[in-house]
């Protein structure tokens, strides 16, 4: 399939530049294969039942963009992809010319130096004074996506772009669609007889990397770190055992748990994957999905038209634009509630 086939026309105006004033008060577009309902999502378990496993990614965002110059005196924007070694870290940087190994960024106020060993790939490989994780969230800023076009952060981001029940630091993105739950909603979700369960998925700074292959299985996806605890394998297991929905929260967590599909079920433990859903894909898990708005020509674009076919994406997409909704990272949520799997 052609790149082209997942590109729209976006408003300026409708991506979010702040999250709504509360976490549950974002709009919800509801979309089955024969309607596209307008709700909220503090109406969002009116569409759940007994018996569903809502599942969660309990990543916890990090520090991960740092502010340093060049010895020459360039700006150096840092942002983190992983930790690869004591003191070692790959990273994106975005630099006005390439730093050859044996450079060196200099951040304020730090007296040690940040070390170039390499290049590995699109990615720079350096050495931080200490552990990388540490002098991030030492030194580091909350990473905002690109399009979010502010003079650095407000006061809200730090606790906005994370979510409420946020666990296992790694990731240098949200999972934007679980920042609509606050703890309330979570727990009158539960009192309906949802089971919550959790997967970790540390979304990497890769998620910002643009498609730029015109034919779609030329992309190269950039792998992420995913951990499926057995209670929520076993949990799973059970469910789809009972003919019970399993329903994600995010398409990280959706990946994470097609990911972990060996064949017979969702194999606990950490693993490392690159798994790039696109139409034509086939569901083994999950059943239904809660997801943002995702940027055009995007993989995420092209992950949730596998799910529920690209023509009637892109009609929830235009019912979304025509009423206003907001988009991207503290935009609206959509409920996917049916796998359609059509072209």
Known sequence: MKLSEFDY????????????????????????????LHSSMAKFGD?????????????????????????????????????VGKGEALCQMKVSKPIAPGGFIEIADVDRKIEVLGRS????????????MDFFEDHGQ??????????????IDPKRYQTVYAKNPGAVAAPTAGLHFSTELME?????????SYVTLHV????????????????????????????????????KSDGRRVICVGTTSLRALEAAWNGEQVAEGWAETDIFIRPGYQ??????????????????????SAFAGKKRIFDAYG?????????????????????????
């Open 9 to 36: 026309d976006l408003p300026k105006e409708l991506i979010a530049q702040f999250p709504s004033i509360e976490r549950s008060a974002s709009r919800l577009l509801v979309v089955d294969s024969s309607s596209l």
């Open 283 to 304: 569901f083994n898990v999950v059943d239904a999905l809660l997801t943002n708005f995702h940027l055009p020509k995007s993989t995420l674009m092209m992950l949730v």
């Open 204 to 239: 990497g700074s890769g998620t910002f990397k643009p498609v730029r292959a015109e034919e779609i299985e030329e992309h190269e996806m950039h792998s992420e770190w995913l951990n499926i605890p057995k209670e929520t394998s076993s949990s799973i297991r059970e469910a």
């Open 47 to 83: 569409f759940l039942l007994d018996g569903d496993v809502l599942v969660f990614n309990d990543t916890k965002v990090v520090k991960a963009r740092l502010s340093g110059k060049k010895l020459t005196g360039g700006k150096a924007e840092i942002l983190l992809e992983r930790s």
């Open 142 to 155: 909350v990473p905002l996506p690109p399009y979010i076009e502010r003079d650095g952060i407000e006061e």
């Open 319 to 343: 019912e979304a634009i025509r009423e206003g909704y907001r988009f991207f990272s503290y935009g609206d949520a959509m409920f996917l509630r049916e796998n359609i799997c059509s072209p």
């Open 188 to 196: 009158s979700i539960a009192r309906k007889g949802v089971e919550i």
């Open 121 to 132: 790939g699109e990615f720079y490989h350096l050495r931080f004074p200490y552990e990388p």
